[in-house]
């Protein structure tokens, strides 16, 4: 009788245990959803705001070349067929081009959920083309050292955008210290049967202890708009979801942030 009570006990003990574990399942995994929502997010704002400085000197051009169509035919009075023909093929040169960056921010943005093989280099030429115009309006040169073109396995948009949240992470640290001649360093190289890629930055180092507090979710430092995902995202993207590595230390007169991939055969 007494060993019927304890199995009866110890059933509903168990039954209340699994009821908890799996409402616990069901919290986190609603929490890595929101998480994953706001890093996509953040990450579409920064891509907008950088879609606006790449568009901002095409649309001058455009200005101008419609400027100049208007003065000759206010002060002179007429313009040569040449001169609208050659107006009209630089006009659609730059409209190709803004064409060509919307088709690259919305090609980064694709849903593509399985591994594939892609070079470094050419994910990296991707990054840089979308985010330099931002980085030249605030006098932010960028640097970029190139060893080895390295061949790995893996989801080349979620790389890309790690890149990315990398690359504004030191664009802000050097923005909120007002470093002048700012600059950022790519260096992409192969060591010990990995793929290296380091971004490293000249705005003053990051002064929390322990260093890797920063990869903590919702973690901020300095930023007055972070969302404190981004950098905590990468980390799960790169180490989780590659089977890589990404490590932060000090270096020089800043951050420098390490991505480990193991090459593909």
């Known amino acids: 009788m007494i060993k019927s009570t304890l199995i009866k006990q110890l059933e509903l003990e168990n039954k209340y245990l699994r009821k908890q574990l799996k409402k616990l399942t069901e919290e986190n995994c609603l929490k890595n959803e929101i998480v994953t929502q706001q890093s996509k997010m953040a990450s579409m704002g920064e891509i907008i705001s950088n879609i606006g400085h790449q568009w901002r000197q095409p649309l001058m051009e455009i200005s101008t070349l419609m400027m100049n169509i208007e003065t000759k035919v206010k002060f ?11 107006t009209v093929d630089k006009s659609n040169d730059i409209v190709q081009f803004m064409s060509q960056t919307i088709e690259d921010f919305r090609n980064f943005f694709a849903k593509n959920k399985e591994k594939e093989y892609f070079y470094i280099t ?16 605030k006098n932010i040169k960028l640097n970029i050292i190139i060893k080895n073109n390295s061949k ?8 890309a955008q790690v890149l990315i949240n990398i690359i504004s992470n030191s664009k802000d640290a050097i923005l909120s210290k ?16 990995n793929s290296i890629l380091e971004i490293e930055d000249n705005g003053g180092g990051v002064k929390v ?12 430092y300095k930023k007055q708009d972070g969302t404190g995902i981004g950098l905590f995202m990468s980390k799960l993207i790169i180490e989780n979801n590659m089977n890589g590595k990404l490590m932060i230390k000090n270096k020089n007169n800043g951050a ?10």
């Open 76 to 86: 002179v009075g007429s313009i040569s067929n040449e001169e609208i023909l050659e």
């Open 122 to 137: 050419k994910q990296t030429s991707l990054v840089v083309n979308m985010i330099k115009s931002s980085l030249v309006s």
């Open 152 to 159: 790995i396995y893996g989801f080349k948009n979620e790389y």
């Open 178 to 193: 007002n470093i002048k001649n700012g600059q950022i360093t790519i260096r992409i190289y192969e060591k010990a049967e």
């Open 209 to 220: 202890k322990p260093i890797e507090k920063i990869f903590e979710p919702f973690f901020t």
């Open 256 to 265: 420098c942030f390490k991505i480990e991939l193991p090459l593909s055969s």
